[in-house]
């Protein structure tokens, strides 16, 4: 029976199918939509359910819900990102604050809250991770990721786009732009990318509207309001996801002359801003190509 | 060894096979979602529930993870002649009213950040 020595090639051959993995499940309020080439995807699944219990604001049993009740955590992956919103805090004076929560549960009713009740909880300092949370899961995942035999996945939690690898066949992951103008589908350009963390922050994710003004999501600490920002939204790429996260709220809510300065002065990220109806690309975004002409663009220098 | 006609046979039939397994997935995916954009105005929906949706001129029909256009006021009709469509990356297309029914997400990126 030599000749059948070929049939272990075949079954091989099947087993190198080009068919990925899907899956898409429910965590930390959000979609997460996940395509993985050659690696089971419930681990990172589980990764993601880990994470939402560690650091979920709304569950009473959250490692983060005991830290707030005034309880010292001995969770490591609890007090590490705690540890690095606190670099974060300072590194972007303020624009990222993780210690918005009792602001942030103020202006979760959906309604404009009286004067006094927002400078109260201005003063508080209890701690919501949720603007830094996504990026460091996505790390976690990325982590997962290294160590399986896969090259090659595309997550989307919501939102935040981690493109591990590259498409199967070898050419760049394309990701859409959020149009702030459009529905959820609508993107106003692509980029493209291998290996990297494509994050946005927006004013058109969760808002509500009172009186014709936009109360959208992102705070500003300083004035206890949503960030009155000059721009729509901020698309961070990076080759780490907590960076990501973290730096699309900070360059939000710093406004786009602070953020263009902040970029000019580092060298670990490239940032695409959105305003009403131009977009500006830093100089190494990758392949951008601009698909809504609605838009116009320009690219900035450091 | 001397290669008989039922040795081709085999090789054959494990061809196939693999074959078939290889291209399974691709010709049996259905899409959970499609969505229906008219005049640039997008909305997604579920293939999973059995739906009726009203548009401008035209009915949309969600039956068995399949949509389809079944009604609509425009004169040559090509979309109720595409029938129903429900693999990832099909559409129906009514040009007089504007309307494109895409199942699954567009091919033409592989992810939104937002």
Not at chain 1, 56 to 62: A, K, N, V
Not at chain 1, 96 to 99: A, G, I, P, S
Not at chain 2, 104 to 110: A, L, P, R, V, Y
């Given at each position: 029976m030599k000749k059948y020595l070929f049939l272990p090639l075949l079954i091989i051959l099947c087993a190198c199918s080009p068919h990925p993995e899907k899956q898409t499940s429910f965590a930390m309020d959000t979609v997460m939509d996940f395509t993985v080439y050659n690696a089971e995807i419930s681990p990172l699944v589980e990764l993601v359910n880990e994470y939402d219990a560690i650091f979920?604001?709304?569950?009473?049993?959250?490692e983060l819900s005991t830290y707030n009740e005034g309880n010292f955590s001995q969770n490591e992956i609890f007090t590490d990102l705690l540890e690095k919103a606190e670099f974060y805090r300072k590194k972007t004076n303020g624009a990222?604050?993780?210690?918005l929560g009792d602001l942030i549960d103020l202006w979760n009713v959906g309604e404009v809250p009286a004067n006094d009740a927002i400078e109260t909880a201005k003063g508080g300092d209890k701690v919501n991770l949720s603007a830094i949370v996504k990026g460091a899961v996505s790390d976690a995942l990325v982590a997962h990721l290294n160590r399986s035999a896969s090259s090659s996945a595309i997550i989307s939690l919501g939102g935040n786009i981690v493109a591990f690898g590259?498409?199967?066949?070898?050419k760049p992951w394309i990701v859409g732009i959020r149009d702030?103008?459009?529905?959820?589908?609508?993107?106003l350009g692509t980029v493209g990318v291998s290996d990297k963390f494509v994050v946005s922050s927006g004013d058109y994710e969760r808002f509500f509207e009172k009186d014709g003004v936009r109360y959208h999501h992102i705070l500003d600490g300083s004035t206890g309001f949503p960030a009155k920002s000059d721009l729509r939204g901020v698309t961070i790429i990076a080759d780490n996801g907590t960076l990501s996260d973290v730096y699309s709220t900070a360059l939000f809510v710093m406004g786009y002359e602070k953020a263009l300065e902040f970029w000019k002065n580092s060298n670990d990220f490239e940032a695409i801003f959105v305003f009403d109806d131009k977009v500006v690309v830093t100089e190494?975004?990758?392949?951008f190509k601009l698909t809504n002409k609605e838009y116009s663009y320009e690219v900035a220098y450091r | 060894m001397k290669w008989r006609i039922a040795d081709f046979i085999v090789i054959g039939v494990v061809f196939l096979s693999a074959l078939l397994i290889w291209l399974y997935p691709a010709l049996s995916e259905t899409g959970a979602t499609a969505t229906i954009t008219q005049d640039g105005v997008s909305q997604t929906v579920s293939l999973e529930k059995d739906l009726e949706i009203a548009l401008e001129n035209a009915t949309v029909k969600i039956k068995d993870s399949r949509i389809s256009i079944t009604d609509a006021r425009c004169p040559d009709l090509v979309c109720v002649k595409t029938g129903e469509i429900s693999r990832e990356g099909q559409s129906i297309v009514c040009v007089p009213n504007k309307i494109v029914i895409t199942v699954?997400?567009?091919?033409?990126?592989?992810a939104i950040s937002n």
């Open positions: 979920s604001p709304t569950r009473s049993d959250s990222f604050d993780h210690t590259s498409k199967p066949d070898g702030p103008k459009g529905d959820s589908n609508a993107y190494g975004v990758p392949d | 699954g997400k567009s091919h033409e990126i592989d």
